[in-house]
């Protein structure tokens, strides 16, 4: 029996199994399909908070460290497995921000850095952006990762060390419980025995937990995308206006996202939400006119209230723990909620306060 149990292998769950294996733990971690197929293959993997300033501190603080950590955790995942996750710096532009005074304070008290971007850097960064981009902000140390790239290079480094297993296409119906103490999970492979339980199941994460008695508000926030195909170099940064992104990849590829839906489990893909995107991407870089659009696609996000996920032990029954609720920067946040669990689960100090994210320590604000 190994010592951990993950159910989900999205980026979280599977950040999480890392980091317990890396520590010496053994561990097990069950994934109904392939690993990264889910909210971890949609996401646009921008690598911080989508406007940071206007998040409570608890997000800052998991945000702070992973931003700090992803181009080292690239580097080591593309030498170990020849998968590069393609990390790339070059700062986030902020246009039209209607919020610059705050955006400026939370900078200040952070310690962020944070810069008007005038119109001469733009000129220089952005010059085939939209005229009316005022007023502009640039925080030149943020980047982006490429998500689906990212995902299988995580799978290929479990896949290498040999005391973790990987099981995929094994769908979780229950997590099996005796006398209070979480034994392992049923699964449609049958029973698994495990070591401590961990859920890290991503939108799904509540339908897990509920039959124990456990209620957490995480539920799914469809979010859709589109992908443009340009040429290499019409946009070198990730650009924010309105609420949409436009992130561009090494080899041209734009991606442009993205809606908020609550709309249930549901991944459709409507006319309409092609519309608004098609619409918004054009505002902001008028020259996509002339790219196609290669792909359309939608993720369930697993939303929680305030974005602040919920990290930590379950207090309904012994052996069990949860990581999930990272809502629109659960990639961002993958190596800091993935080492903050290590660090519970392990008795080691952790790398930031845990209390705002136990669950037992849910307000009932945070319930609502
Ligand atoms: C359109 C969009 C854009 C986004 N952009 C960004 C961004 O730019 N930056 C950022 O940081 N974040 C972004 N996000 C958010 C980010 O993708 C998610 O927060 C993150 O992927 C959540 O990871 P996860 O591992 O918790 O969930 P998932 O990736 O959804 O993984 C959960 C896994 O659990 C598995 N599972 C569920 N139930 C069971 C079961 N019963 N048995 C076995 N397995 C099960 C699922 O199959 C799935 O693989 C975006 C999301 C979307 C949808």
């Known amino acids: 029996m190994d010592d951990f149990l993950i159910v989900g292998g999205g980026v979280i769950g599977m950040m999480s199994a890392l980091r317990l294996a890396e520590a010496g733990a053994s561990v ?15 996401g646009g993997g921008i690598v911080s908070p989508l406007y940071p300033w206007r998040y409570d501190a608890p997000v800052t603080a998991l945000a702070s460290y992973a931003e700090q950590f992803y181009p080292q955790l690239a580097e080591q995942l593309a030498a170990a497995t020849g998968i590069d996750p393609q990390f790339t710096p070059g700062g986030i532009f902020y246009l039209r921000v209607e919020d610059v005074a705050s955006a400026k304070a939370w900078a200040s008290a952070f310690d962020k850095r944070l810069e008007t971007a005038s119109p001469a850097l733009l000129e220089t960064k952005l010059s085939q952006l939209t005229a009316s981009s005022y007023p502009a902000l640039w925080m030149p140390d943020l980047g982006s990762i490429r998500t689906p790239r990212l995902g299988k290079a995580l799978r290929e480094r479990l896949k290498q060390l040999d005391h973790v297993t990987l099981v995929e296409h094994t769908e979780v119906y229950r997590v099996h419980v005796n006398a209070g103490t979480a034994l392992g999970v049923e699964t449609s492979q049958g029973l698994i025995e495990g070591g401590h339980v961990v859920v890290a199941g991503g939108a799904w994460s509540a339908r897990i937990i509920e039959p124990l008695g456990s209620v957490l508000p995480i539920y799914p926030v469809k979010g859709q995308m589109l992908l443009f195909k340009a040429a290499p170099g019409l946009l070198e940064h990730v650009v924010l206006m309105n609420g949409h992104y436009l992130i561009p990849r090494r080899d041209g590829l734009i991606l442009a996202g993205s809606t908020f839906e609550d709309v249930g489990f549901d991944k459709s893909l409507p006319e309409e939400g092609y519309r608004q995107l098609y619409a918004q991407a054009l505002e902001i870089l008028p020259e996509l006119k002339h790219c196609e659009v290669v792909q ?73």
């Open 28 to 42: 097990t971690l069950v994934e109904r399909q392939r690993c990264a197929h889910e909210a971890s293959w949609a």
């Open 296 to 368: 359309h696609w939608a993720g369930l996000r697993p939303g929680t209230p305030g974005s602040i996920p919920f990290i930590g032990a379950l207090p309904e029954v012994a052996r069990l723990s949860i990581n999930a609720g990272h809502f629109g920067n659960g990639v961002m946040m993958a190596p800091a909620a993935g080492q903050l669990l290590a660090d519970l689960l392990l008795g080691n100090v952790p790398i930031v306060d845990p209390a705002p994210y136990q669950p037992k320590n849910a307000t009932s604000e945070r319930l609502l």
